[in-house]
């Protein structure tokens, strides 16, 4: 398995307009999540998934984010309008059924200039 | 909100010396997870510790975990300049969600 593919890798954008980030999960794994990686914040949960359903968003940060999961191979996180302070890097990560090891793609680095 | 927080922030060591990080957490865990990262890359396994679990080897890898105290330790013996990276503790709760929460990272160099 190729692993989990995010894409783009980098994206720089101009305030207010529209992000969308996306994630192919690994082939079988039914739990997704979505953090941002800042030096600030650290590493936090935006969203998480288990089979394709949202089971906690508390991590959104607001409105401007929504999060996506049309099908079992594929995701969306979307920044509407976007602004500087989100710029940061975004992964998305995948596991199997229960508590286990979760395998990141490798990030998108996103700046809203 | 983030579950763990690590200790120290920052470790700097020659090769060849052990490293110790520690993490500490705030509610009830189903397992505890180190991960590492190099920079600008994504996060990588390293190993799982369950509750019930007091210690774990992988290699030159050792996991300790207290969950009376809240808290986890992961060694490094015999470290190599390749070590250098950071590192995360993770835990999923107890309260069956799933929801996979990281801590803040200590940061290790490993001196030629």
């Known amino acids: 398995d190729a692993g989990v593919i995010q894409s783009p890798r980098h994206e720089v954008t101009e305030m207010g307009q529209e992000v969308t980030l996306r994630c192919k999960p690994i082939s079988g794994h039914n739990s997704l999540f979505w953090y941002r990686q800042t030096m600030m914040r650290g590493l936090e949960l935006l969203i998480y998934?288990?089979?394709?359903?949202?089971?906690?968003d508390s991590g959104m940060p607001e409105d401007r984010f929504s999060a996506k999961m049309p099908n079992a191979s594929f995701s969306t996180l979307k920044i509407q309008p976007s602004e500087p302070r989100d710029s940061a890097v975004y992964f998305c990560?995948?596991?199997?059924?229960?508590?286990?090891?979760?395998?990141f793609g490798q990030g998108t680095r996103l700046t809203v200039v | 909100s983030q579950q763990g927080e690590e200790d120290p922030q920052a470790l700097s060591i020659q090769e060849g010396e052990n490293a110790t990080m520690n993490c500490s957490y705030k509610t009830s865990i189903n397992n505890l997870q180190w991960y590492r990262q190099n920079s600008g890359r994504g996060l990588v396994h390293l190993i799982l510790?369950?509750?019930?679990?007091r210690e774990k080897h992988s290699g030159r890898l050792r996991v300790t975990l207290d969950t009376s105290k809240k808290s986890s330790s992961l060694l490094i013996t015999a470290s190599r300049a390749a070590d250098t990276a950071s590192y995360f503790c993770?835990?999923?709760?107890?309260?069956?969600?799933?929801?996979?929460?990281f801590g803040q990272g200590t940061t290790l160099q490993v001196k030629p």
């Open positions: 998934f288990n089979n394709n359903v949202p089971i906690d």
């Open positions: 993770a835990t999923h709760g107890s309260s069956n969600t799933g929801k996979l929460i």
């Open positions: 510790i369950r509750s019930n679990e």
């Open positions: 990560a995948s596991s199997s059924a229960g508590y286990t090891e979760a395998f």
